[in-house]
Structures are given as C-alpha cells and as structure tokens.
C-alpha cells in the first residue's frame, strides 16, 4: 500500500496511485483540555474555528509548511491514514509526504518521525515545487528548463526545474495565511471591525483579486465594531481588498523575480517560452497569473488542478520510484 500526502499549512491531499485524490481536509484538528483528547479533524475542526468554549482548544499544527505542533500533527495523520486504510491495517502503508523545498535537517526529520509514529513503513519526503511540477503535467526529466510557482497557505516556493532537480529555488513563508492576514488587518483598520479567520479566508476566495476589476463584486460581512463592540455588517468591494493585498501579493513576485536573476540564461529563454507554471490554492485568487505576468514580462500559466498538483506528483513518484530516485530526499 502507497500513500502519498501533502502536508499543507491549510488543507492536506491524500492520493493513492489506485484511487487518486481520496481525501481532502483542512488541516486542523480539535482538542479537549481535560482529558486531552482528539475531538475532531479535518472539516469538522475547521468549523469550531474562532467558535469554542475554553474547554477545546483549536491547533494548525503546522505553521509555514513545517511542523509547529509534534504530537497534533502525528495524531492528524494517523487520522488520515486510519480514513484510508481502516482502523485495523494489517500491512503498513509507504508514505511519500511533500515538504517545502526550505525545510532544514530538524523540521525534516519531525516529518519523518511523524509518519512513522503515524504507522507508516516508510516515510519518503519529496520537495514540493517537484511534486507540483510533475502534478501539472510539467516533463521535469527532460533537459529544458520549466519553472514553477507554488503558492500554499504557509509558504510560497518558486523553482526552476530541468533534468529532474531543481536549478534555482526560493522559498517564501509568505502565502495564503497572510493573505487572509492582510485582509482581516485593513478591515480592522479601515472599518474598525474586527473578523474572524474563516470570514477573512471566504472574503478572499469570494471576492479578492489581485488587480483591480472595471466591474467589481461587493461581499457583505459582518464582524464586531471595534468602537461600539457590537456586531455590525459592512460591505466591501473587490478593489478595496485588491488594495489591501497588494503588499503580500507584490512580496510573493519579488522572489520570482530573484528566481528568474539567479536563472542560467539558456534556462531563463526556455521559461521565456514556455512561461512559468502556478500552483496551490494561492493560484485560485482571481487575476493572479496576470499580475505574475504583468510584474515579470514571462508568461504564466494556471495548472489544471493546483490544489491537488502537489499530491498527483506523489502518486506519479510513487509509482516510479525508481525513476524519481534523484527528487526523492530522505528514506529512513
């Protein structure tokens, strides 16, 4: 049995090589404090967000793309692998896990560790902006240059790829977090009304876009007035949050843009021709690939699912291990 998972700040893939996507949660999970228990994982968590007694506690145990919370996160993927393989498992899963091309010796090996405590056999890590790349259907064996921009919840990485390896990469710890940040900050200041995690992730997926739009769409939501310290419902307008996140937005092309110096020049005009590929949930935000586009003079390009890229590379890696040998990191 082979799993594949990525790991994310926000949501977490599981794909398996005979079913595909099987599973798809956010990253949270749910404990009490009393008998320190797992009250619950995945969507359900996600709800009580923001909305608990002081009895239950609410963790994101990862923090940027690594492990911030050990034990939350080893509980979060026995959950998972429980869901896809039953409770009572009698042969130990091979777990293939994405992890941030950034990650240092110690954070790779809490990962490890995790998925072996999980219950896994073996635990291979893989760099994401690899998996994503083979995710989007990009050829990364082949000797010309492909460049890939994963945009998660917790980091943002650009790399460009070629024979299998990555040529030049950076790794930002800015992304759809701070994203959501942005927008529940100015909020707060410009309105003087304080919002919740969930309302700032919804205000960006319903109506935020990266450059500003002739006819916009306006979103009510309600929060606390700040003054008053009552709730109160406000409206707001697609080019008023496309103000508010322009900062973190222009944070993420700054590192595309040293990506694209650091670049080998016969590799910078295969990028030329091909653009540069965008993934993760970072890419959903509306207008995003032509700001990229924009700010950079290279073309670029949505892949097909960017949510679920970087967990179709595990599947493909899975499969050929043999050949991917080079993009596999750790095996322990």
Known sequence: MKIGIDLGTCN???????????????????????????????????????????????????????????????????????????????????????VPAGITSTEKRAVIEAGMNAGAKAVYLAKEPILAAIGAGIPINSCSGNMIVDVGGGTSEVAVISLGGIVTCSSLRTAGDKIDLAISDYIKKKHNLAIGEQTAEEVKIKIATALPEKEEKKIEIRGRDLILGLPKNIKISANEICGAISDTLIEIIQVIKSVLRETPPELSADVMDKGMVLSGGGALLRNFPELIAQSTGVPCTMAEDPLTCVAEGTGVVLENLDTYKKSVMVKK
């Open 12 to 98: 977490s893939v599981v794909f398996t090589p005979q079913k595909g996507v099987v599973l798809q949660e956010p990253s949270v999970v749910a404990v009490t404090l009393a008998e320190n228990k797992i009250l619950a994982v995945g969507e359900t968590a996600k709800e009580m967000l923001g909305r608990t007694p002081d009895t239950i506690r609410i963790y994101r145990p990862l923090k940027d793309g690594v492990i911030a919370d050990f034990r939350v996160t080893q509980a979060m993927l026995k959950y998972f692998l429980d869901k896809v393989c039953g409770r009572w498992r009698i042969l130990k899963p091979e777990l293939m896990i994405g």
